[in-house]
Each structure stands twice: as structure tokens, then as C-alpha cells.
């Protein structure tokens, strides 16, 4: 198994409320990423970690906020839903920023 | 003008046609990486590579880095192959991607 895992695969909700998306692995890789992807868009940086408690932004980082307290998980928390975030979200991991590896997605709608 | 661009954006092919994708970029790489996506699926990651060529089954990756350049060809095409193919430009400390070209190819 690819060793990456996201969740929820498929969310609906409510603009204004907070939503998480998780992304965990079981590599004990360095570095995760989240990204969108949007129609007409490539893929887009929202947020970055580099270690525990270790994040930066990416290119797309309004509204959004991520966490990361252990090497394992890293959330992704849209803090008040707007129906621009609606979109698909990966979640990726690399040991080292060579090889890659991709989470299956999170779909998300905000209504 | 995005920095990395990809052409053409959809291709159809009949089973059996050799396929070329390209990717053009214009920033500096340390690595042009090659990555597929089937309809609702996850992302697979096919090739990196910083410097000549990569062949995986029917799958070749080519790149030119003075001309800023890299294709993907899929030789014998079958339908299993049909998803988007997006290249990624490694800008050492992210990726920048294309917007991928949609590649469906029929029997």
C-alpha cells in the first residue's frame, strides 16, 4: 500500500463552518503537503511541513490552516468554509523532496 | 504566462498510436517529474527526471534542459491508458505544476 491515507474521501458542507481534512502516513517521511486542484488550475501549494510543528504557506494559504504534532498527521482546516474552497484536495509525502507520493484525494463541497 | 505549460491539453487516440505529451517550463529545476491521474482517482507518479531519458513498459520520458523542454510518449496506446498526464516542474523547494493534458484513447 501507497502508505498515505486521506480523509474524508467526499465531504459536503455549509458555508461558514470549519472543516478538517487529515492526511496521515505511515512512512515517517519529512516532509506533506496539501494541495488543491482545480479545474483550468494545476495543482496548487496551500501548506507545507518540514517536521513536526514545522509548516510554511503555499501559494493559496488564505484561509486556510494546517497542523501537524506528530510526524504521522497533517490537517488541513478550513477555519470558516467558503464555497470557493470548494474544490478536490491531495495530500502528498516525500522523505527528501525527490520521490513523491499522492494521497487518493478529499473531495469537498461547500454549499 | 504559466511556468509550466503543457500541450495539447486533450488528445484522443485510437488503440495501438504512439502518443506524445509535452511540457515546456520556464523556471529553474533541479527535476521535471511525470505524474498520472485517472478519472476520480488518486495521483501516480511516473518518471523523474533531471536529465536525458527514462523508459518504464511503454512509457518513455525524454528532457532537454537547455531548451526547457520534456515529453511523455506512451508507445502501443490502450484504453487502460487513458487519464490526465501532468508534468511538474521541481523548483527545489516545491513543485509547480501543468494543468495536465487529457489523454483518452479508444479501441
Known amino acids: 500500500d501507497a502508505g498515505i491515507t486521506q480523509s474524508p474521501r467526499h465531504k459536503v458542507t455549509e458555508t461558514g463552518t470549519p472543516v478538517t481534512l487529515r492526511c496521515h502516513q505511515t512512512?515517517?517521511?519529512?516532509?506533506m503537503y496539501w494541495y488543491r486542484q482545480d479545474p483550468g488550475h494545476g495543482l496548487r501549494l496551500i501548506h507545507y511541513s518540514y517536521g513536526v510543528k514545522d509548516t510554511d504557506k503555499g501559494e493559496v494559504s488564505d484561509g486556510y490552516s494546517v497542523s501537524r504534532s506528530k510526524t504521522e498527521d497533517f490537517l488541513l482546516t478550513l477555519e470558516s468554509a467558503t464555497s470557493s474552497q470548494t474544490s478536490v484536495y491531495f495530500c502528498a509525502i516525500t522523505p527528501d523532496r525527490v520521490g513523491y507520493t499522492f494521497g487518493s484525494g478529499t473531495r469537498l463541497t461547500v454549499v | 504566462k504559466n511556468e509550466v505549460e503543457q500541450s495539447p491539453q486533450n488528445l484522443t487516440a485510437q488503440e495501438g498510436e504512439f502518443i506524445t505529451i509535452n511540457c515546456s517550463y520556464s523556471?529553474?529545476?533541479?527535476?521535471l517529474h511525470w505524474l498520472q491521474q485517472h478519472p476520480g482517482g488518486g495521483i501516480v507518479s511516473l518518471f523523474m527526471l533531471s536529465s536525458g531519458k527514462k523508459k518504464h513498459g511503454r512509457l518513455i520520458a525524454t528532457i532537454n534542459i537547455q531548451e526547457k523542454h520534456s515529453s511523455l510518449h506512451i508507445t502501443a496506446s490502450h484504453p487502460r491508458d487513458s487519464a490526465v498526464y501532468i508534468c511538474a516542474a521541481d523548483n527545489t523547494d516545491k513543485l509547480i505544476f501543468g494543468t495536465g493534458t487529457r489523454l483518452q484513447v479508444f479501441p
Open positions: 523556471v529553474g529545476i533541479s527535476a
Open positions: 512512512e515517517n517521511h519529512r516532509y
